[in-house]
Structures are given as structure tokens and as C-alpha cells.
């Protein structure tokens, strides 16, 4: 199940899983254009990326710096909402 976490001004959507039987994070970010969407999907807490479909290398880099910088809290609220739906 993925969860909201935030909507940045140019209307890109990050949300996150719960925490993954192998420890990570799935957390996914959506940017719609013309006719669809950018999309990627990174995993914590190696912040690597795969599927990465319309985001630039630049896009990829501030990305990876809100989703660093973000890490502690997207997984505290991986956990909690690991436990209500346990």
C-alpha cells in the first residue's frame, strides 16, 4: 500500500510504502505533463532509483536530496502505518 507523503509546488507527488520485508522503503514520485506522467521509483535507504520514465538527471538529483533529507521521517511514518494495518 502506498501513503501520500507530499506535493511539491510544481504539483510532482511523493508517496511511500510501508517498510518492505527487506528493511526498505519503496517511496514513488509522479509529475503529470501533456498526456500522462513522469514517474520513478527509489528505495531506502540506498536512495536508488529504478523505472525511472520523463525525470531528467537534475530532476533525479532534487529528488534524491528531498527523499535523503526526508529518509527519518518517511520511515517513522512507514513504521506507524505498518502497525495500523498490521
Known sequence: ???NYIKLADDTQIA???ILDDQTVQVSVERPI???FCSATCF???CRWQSVEGFTAADLGFLSEIVRDNA????RL???AGKRYA
Open 1 to 3: 500500500m502506498m501513503y
Open 44 to 46: 531506502l535507504p540506498q
Open 16 to 18: 511511500h510504502s510501508n
Open 34 to 36: 501533456d498526456g500522462g
Open 78 to 80: 512507514a513504521r506507524e
Open 72 to 75: 527519518p521521517l518517511i520511515y
